[in-house]
C-alpha cells in the first residue's frame, strides 16, 4: 500500500506566527547521537520517541535520556505513537517525577521544519518538538516550540 502525506491545512500552517525562541536548549551530545542513530536505523520510515528530563527546557531542564519508540504508523510521511505504549511511558515518567522535555520525530526527505501534520499532532505546549532531518548527507536537528499562536525555533545547544 503507498501512503501519501495527510492534506496540508494551509489556514492552521499560516495562522501561526513563526520566530526564534530567546531561550535555547541544551541537548547533550550522546542523546544527540542516539536520536540521529535512530532516525537512520528507522528510515525509510519516520522515527518517533521522547527526551526525558526533570524540568522543561525553559524552566532550565536538560534531558536525562532517549526513550525511543515505536512508530505505529510505519510511514515515511508521518509518526503514529502507539496509546498503549505512550500510556505506559507517560505513567512511568510520572512515577519518577520527570517530564516529556522533548518530543522527536524524524522527516526522512524534507528539511528539519514541522509540517502542517506535525503542527496539527503538536498538543504539548510545554514540551519541545526535535526534528531529525535526514534530507541531506549529513543530518540536521532542529528544535520547536509549538503553541496555538506561534512556532517558535529554540537553538540547541550541544554538550
Same mark, same amino acid.
Given at each position: 500500500?503507498? #501512503?501519501?502525506?495527510?492534506?496540508v ?25 542516539? +536520536? ?11 522515527? !518517533?520517541?521522547?527526551?526525558?528530563a526533570?524540568?522543561?527546557s525553559?524552566?532550565?531542564? =536538560?534531558? %536525562?535520556?532517549?526513550?525511543?519508540l ?7 510521511y508521518? /509518526? ?6 505512550q500510556?505506559? +511511558?507517560?505513567? #512511568?515518567?510520572?512515577?519518577?517525577g520527570? =517530564? *516529556?522535555w522533548g518530543? *522527536?520525530?524524524?522527516? =526522512?526527505?524534507s ?5 502542517? %501534520?506535525?503542527?496539527?499532532?503538536? /498538543? /504539548? ?15 540536521? +536537528? ?8 506561534? *512556532?517558535l525555533? !529554540?537553538?540547541? *545547544? =550541544?554538550?
Open positions: 500500500m503507498h #501512503e501519501e502525506p495527510l492534506p491545512d494551509e489556514a492552521a500552517s499560516s495562522a501561526r506566527q513563526w520566530a526564534t525562541a530567546a531561550e535555547e536548549a541544551r541537548l547533550p551530545a550522546e542523546l544527540l547521537q542516539q +536520536v540521529i542513530d535512530a532516525a537512520r536505523e528507522d528510515a525509510p520510515n519516520e522515527t !518517533v520517541g521522547l527526551l526525558a526533570s524540568a522543561y525553559d524552566a532550565g531542564g =536538560v534531558p %536525562t535520556r532517549y526513550i525511543r515505536a512508530n505505529a504508523a510505519a510511514s515515511p508521518r /509518526y503514529l505513537l502507539d496509546p498503549d505504549e500510556l505506559r +511511558v507517560m505513567l #512511568e515518567l510520572d512515577a519518577t520527570q =517530564v *516529556v518530543i *522527536v520525530h524524524s522527516h =526522512v526527505a528539511e528539519a521544519r514541522p509540517s502542517a %501534520t506535525d503542527l496539527g499532532l503538536a /498538543y /504539548y505546549p510545554d514540551s519541545l518538538y526535535l526534528i531529525c532531518s535526514l534530507a541531506a548527507e549529513a543530518p540536521e +536537528v532542529r528544535a520547536w516550540r509549538i503553541s496555538e499562536r506561534s *512556532v525555533e !529554540v537553538p540547541l *545547544v =550541544v554538550g
